[in-house]
């Protein structure tokens, strides 16, 4: 499929199923940040999947009470707490295991955030059958800090 269309073409976009797998240790600062970037995508075909790793902070509580006041669709979404800590390996591992068949696995930090509400549009429009992987990067936000001598 050519993406995009030529114009006057009939051809639909995909719409391909996507999950977020988010790994969390002691991530209450970004929480917010991290779930709002995800939950204000404009393509709404996807799940998350939460996994908070024996964080000693209040990460658990806070992702949840954010995907509460959101009303984010309970069949959509599955957030857990470790025990103990499992580290992110084991528990992508877990996610990936448990999830939809042939759903696109799109992995976040619990300190991360996309930069668009468009992520998922783009990948999507990107993701046909000759695609099987993509990789994502990071862009360094700086803020000026002004010193004075007094």
Request: with cysteine; aromatic share 14%.
């Amino acid at each position: 499929m050519r993406w995009p269309p030529r114009k006057g073409s009939k051809v639909q976009p995909r719409s391909n199923h996507f999950t977020f797998i988010i790994t969390s240790y002691n991530c209450e600062k970004y929480v917010e940040k991290n779930l709002n970037s995800i939950l204000s995508q404009s393509y709404d075909n996807y799940d998350i999947v939460y996994v908070d790793d024996a964080s000693t902070d209040y990460t658990f509580e806070k992702a949840k009470q954010i995907l509460e006041e959101k009303k984010f669709a309970s069949d959509r979404l599955n957030i857990t707490r470790n025990s103990f800590n499992k580290g992110k390996m084991e528990n992508v591992y877990n996610a990936v295991k448990k999830s939809k068949e042939n759903t696109i696995i799109v992995i976040v930090d619990g300190d991360d955030w996309l930069i668009s509400e468009r992520v998922l549009t783009l990948l999507n429009n990107v993701y046909d059958d000759n695609v099987w992987m993509t990789n994502g990067s990071y862009r360094v936000q700086y803020t000026m800090h002004y010193f004075f001598n007094s």
